[in-house]
């Protein structure tokens, strides 16, 4: 039998055997409760606190037997718990409640008696001798806790907070020297100084300020006596004061607010020339990640109370101290050298950009890898360009292109660009013969497709094709496998008028065993042989093609070809030719992906067809249609076992042929059967 609450007494849930009927409907009820509902009842039932009962004293038998029961108790806990200092707060204040000073006196000393280092009981025991008015007590209280601890500063300002308020003024100033002689932090030498300055005694202030930068030489206790000199009107001792501390920091320990301050102190005074020499100072001294306040204030002066050209510096300034520290950070960054060098272009000072060049030209990557030495090329580059064109040396420039020559390990890399900007460098000197010396050199030591393309543009330039010939015949030597060298020679005979020379250069570009992009090589032969309007040698430089090869484009091509020089049956000719072509090609295949890219093929070649039935007067496109093929869908199985869905093209001869295979076998199969 199941116990109330839904569970034996086993502890377990019963069974459906023991009577227990289990709710089936699991859905949500009706009427929902929420959870601010289960705490708002709860709230109402809760009974009322309870209080604390509070005892009437009706005569003074009562009120001695409860204080003694009370001190009783508070004996009891103290003796339990002597280091607990909030029983004995506790104590000393109830005792004080009772009218007991003496008593909560007593108490405050035996607390100390157990911790003599208790901050709490201290100021507890001389708050409740000032609240008395026992000021002489509260002096022994704070002397002894300023003996104790000295390094605790709340006795200190507590002390002379006392002493002040009574009006006692120097013994305030007593307390703060005693405790000036424990060498404090910086505020309590502050309070001092306000103490002195609330009652006028500037001198005195002055050398609490003298005594604090002997104690805490600190950029910002520097600041505080600035700021009170400036306070008290004295242009002299701020300026003074500022001297001192630009000598006792020192460049080590300098910080630019001292400077900033400096200068604006001066600015305010009216002396721009002043605060700019004080400017010029630090920022010759500072280094740029300790400077970034100061580069704006002076940025920022400049543009209040200079000129343009002081404006301008002040900004080529900062600019110069982000590049420096950008190289310093990594000296093979060759961007940052250039940006810095292009910044002292534009700055006019040549000195300096000849300057960061030679550095940057000494950074030189340490190993011999092409793509570390590309960027670093480019500074001998605007180096040279700088001292032809900016500076107009013309024998330091052709020493710059020297050096960089002499620098690149050429036997492992070179660079074109190099050569090519000294070639031309030459040519601009009028020095042609030293620049085709310098070309030949660098071919010989490392020769490159640009530097021959740049080398025959060069020869171009000066119209001399005899040696443009001679160049290309170099070229194709060295990269007889390059279709485009073929081609540029081939054009360059043929703006000439050399229609012979450049056949002749096509049939031995096309007679080469290994060519990199011989169909960009046919179809120049092509358009050659079109422009001068040979179609029969175009008709039969198409059929070498198709000799060596099947791809659709050449067919359509040809086809157009033919549809312009014969007409349209010549071309419907090609057409069918190509597409029969294909579908042999396609039927020697095995079913797989070389058939389907042959049955591709065949399909643009029909629609190109189509296309130009339609655009041709005359033309039969519904003739073309009939050969457009079906796409179906089917499956291969491929080398894992797994079956692979692909769409294929079935065409209408191709299904005809197979109706008639399948015919054969059917008479073949009657055949057998009958005899």
Avoid at 296 to 314: D, L, M, N, P, T
Avoid at 361 to 368: D, G, S, T
Avoid at 615 to 629: D, H, I
């Amino acid at each position: 039998m199941a116990e109330p609450g839904g569970y034996n007494q086993g502890g377990r849930a019963p069974k459906a055997s023991e009577g227990w009927n289990w709710i089936k409907n699991k859905n949500a009820a009706a009427v929902q409760i929420t959870a601010e509902q289960l705490i708002r009842e709860a709230y109402e039932r809760q009974g009322s606190a309870q209080t604390a009962v509070r005892q009437k004293v009706l005569d003074g038998e009562e009120l001695g037997d409860y204080q003694m029961r009370r001190r009783r108790e508070f004996e009891e806990g103290v003796r339990r718990n002597r280091s607990n200092m909030g029983e004995w707060l506790r104590y000393a204040a109830w005792e004080e409640a009772q009218g007991a000073v003496s008593r909560a006196r007593s108490v405050f000393e035996r607390a100390l008696d157990v911790d003599a280092r208790s901050q709490a009981v201290y100021v507890k025991y001389a708050e409740l001798e000032m609240k008395h008015e026992n000021v002489n007590l509260a002096r022994n209280v704070y002397d002894r806790a300023v003996s104790v601890l000295p390094r605790v500063s709340q006795f200190w300002y507590r002390y002379a907070y006392m002493e002040e308020l009574l009006g006692n003024v120097d013994a305030a100033r007593a307390v703060f020297e005693r405790w000036m002689q424990w060498e404090p932090s910086r505020d309590a030498w502050l309070a001092y100084v306000k103490l002195e300055r609330r009652y006028g005694e500037a001198a005195r202030a002055r050398q609490v300020f003298a005594r604090l930068a002997h104690v805490h030489p600190e950029p910002d206790t520097w600041l505080r006596w600035a700021q009170f000199e400036e306070a008290e009107g004295d242009a002299d001792r701020v300026r003074a004061v500022f001297g001192q501390a630009i000598d006792r920091l020192g460049e080590q320990f300098m910080d630019q607010r001292v400077f900033v301050a400096f200068a604006g102190f001066e600015t305010r005074m009216r002396e721009p020339e002043r605060a700019r020499a004080i400017y010029a100072y630090a920022l010759a001294r500072l280094p740029r990640a300790k400077a970034q306040a100061l580069y704006s204030q002076y940025v920022r002066f400049e543009k209040q109370h200079g000129g343009a050209r002081e404006i301008e510096q002040a900004v080529v300034g900062r600019r110069r101290a982000q590049h420096e520290a950008r190289v310093r950070a990594d000296a093979h960054d060759y961007d940052a050298w250039l940006e810095y060098a292009r910044l002292e272009e534009e700055a006019g000072d040549r000195a300096r950009a000849r300057d960061v060049y030679e550095r940057a030209a000494a950074a030189h990557p340490r190993v011999a890898d092409k793509a570390l030495w590309r960027r670093y090329v480019y500074v001998w580059l605007f180096y040279a360009l700088f001292e032809e064109r900016t500076c107009g040396d013309v024998a330091r420039a052709r020493r710059v292109y020297e050096a960089a020559l002499a620098l690149v390990p050429h036997a492992q890399f070179t660079f074109a660009k190099l050569w090519l900007q000294y070639a031309w460098f030459e040519v601009r000197q009028r020095n042609v013969a030293q620049a085709r010396r310098r070309l030949g050199q660098a071919l010989g030591v490392c020769p490159k497709r640009k530097l021959f393309r740049g080398y025959i543009a060069l020869e171009l330039e000066l119209r001399e094709f005899d040696r443009v010939r001679r160049l290309y015949a170099k070229h194709v030597e060295f990269s007889a496998a390059s279709c485009a060298v073929w081609v540029e020679f081939a054009q360059l005979e043929q703006a000439l008028g050399e229609h012979e020379r450049c056949r002749a250069l096509f049939e031995l570009a096309v007679a080469q065993p290994v060519l990199d992009m011989p169909e960009v090589l046919w179809k120049a032969y092509i358009d050659f042989e079109q422009a001068l309007g040979n179609d029969d040698a175009t008709r039969a430089l198409y059929a070498r093609l198709l000799q060596l090869t099947d791809h659709v484009k050449v067919w359509v091509s040809c086809a157009r070809f033919e549809l312009r020089a014969s007409g349209l049956p010549a071309a419907r000719a090609v057409f069918e030719r190509g597409s029969q072509r294909l579908r042999a090609l396609a039927h020697g295949q095995e079913p797989g992906q070389e058939r389907e890219q042959h049955n591709q093929e065949r399909v643009a070649l029909l629609d190109a067809w189509r296309e130009v039935e339609e655009q041709t007067q005359g033309g039969e496109p519904a003739r073309v249609v009939a050969q457009m093929p079906r796409r179906v869908r089917r499956r291969r199985e491929l080398d894992d076992g797994s079956l692979e869905e692909y769409f294929d093209y079935v065409f209408p001869d191709d299904e005809q042929g197979a109706r008639f295979k399948l015919l054969a076998k059917a008479h073949q199969w009657k055949q057998g059967q009958a005899e």
